[in-house]
């Protein structure tokens, strides 16, 4: 069983990390181009991952991140969003919740341990599949773009 303290953490703090998340997005050069995307959308979007992580984690299945995140990433690929820029953008997502993960939450003994190193094993694999399925629909949007 993953560590739902960690799950229960994140999610009672998705606000505030959502608004950091977003800031760094927004004030980096290395995803200037998503301060042409709605600031309304970003938020959704963001705080979407953070505020519902135990329904990606635990309930959601490859073939809904896949659908998430091919829609995602052919949206993002529409507004001009350079795939770099997208992919980054996710890695940023994933560091600002390590970072989160690091000062807020303390293991005390060897079975919570167990439980949150499977809980990292899965927010990687999440993390991991995102960028996967973005890319491709990125690819799918830029072929479209292409033929028309």
């Not at 890695?91 to 439980?115: C, M, N, P, S």
Request: net charge negative; hydrophobic share 40%; with cysteine.
């Amino acid at each position: 069983m993953i560590a739902l303290r960690l799950v229960r953490l994140i999610e009672a703090n998705s606000e505030k990390l959502s608004t950091g998340l977003l800031d760094k997005i927004l004030t980096s050069d290395d995803t200037n181009a998503f301060r042409s995307v709605p600031r309304k959308e970003l938020e959704c979007a963001v705080h979407e991952i953070y505020q519902h992580l135990s329904e990606w984690l635990l309930t959601k299945t490859e073939s809904d991140i896949e659908l998430r995140y091919t829609r995602l990433g052919e949206r993002r690929a529409s507004q001009g969003i350079p795939l770099s820029q997208w992919v980054w953008a996710i890695i940023v997502t994933k560091d600002h919740l390590w970072g989160f993960l690091q000062r807020e939450a303390y293991v005390d003994g060897a079975v919570e341990l167990f439980g949150e190193l499977e809980f990292l094993r899965l927010l990687e694999q999440f993390f991991d599949r995102a960028v996967y399925y973005g890319t491709v629909g990125y690819e799918r949007a830029s072929k479209k773009a292409r033929a028309a």
